[in-house]
Nanobody
Framework: QLQLVESGGGLVQVGGSLRLSCTASGFTFDYKAVGWFRQAPGQEREGVSCINSYGDNTYYTESVKGRFTISRDDAKNTVYLQMNSLKPEDTAVYYC??????????????????WGKGTLVTVSS
């Protein structure tokens, strides 16, 4: 069964940090871009960050630049999202995705074949 499984979400105070992890099973991240979307209550889903298949090019949405860092470990079939200086507006369900390198050109405008079920991040003020 093809799955992406996220972990690392939880409750954190403003200014705190969390590291999200996502591991694939049933397939590998080889030759695939991987990334993260999020969806806050009552809001549209937003592409947060992604990294290309070579691991040498990244994308971040403007609101997380300088605070979030994406990385990948293909030997472990895992992608990470290090989130620092968290703000209440970062509260959302975070979804791991895997797809093609065209994701780097615009996460919301491309077809993405693999999605996780999400992990909730809550930032309290």
């Amino acid at each position: 069964q093809l799955q992406l499984v996220e972990s690392g979400g939880g409750l954190v105070q403003v200014g705190g940090s969390l590291r999200l992890s996502c591991t694939a099973s049933g397939f590998t991240f080889d030759y695939k871009a991987v990334g993260w979307f999020r969806q806050a209550p009552g809001q549209e889903r937003e592409g947060v960050s992604c990294i290309n298949s070579y691991g040498d090019n990244t994308y971040y949405t403007e609101s997380v630049k300088g605070r979030f860092t994406i990385s990948r470990d293909d030997a472990k079939n895992t992608v990470y999202l290090q989130m620092n200086s968290l703000k209440p507006e970062d509260t959302a369900v975070y979804y791991c995705v895997a797809g093609h390198d065209d994701m780097l050109a615009g996460m919301s405008g491309v077809a993405i074949p693999y999605w996780g079920k999400g992990t909730l991040v809550t930032v309290s003020s």
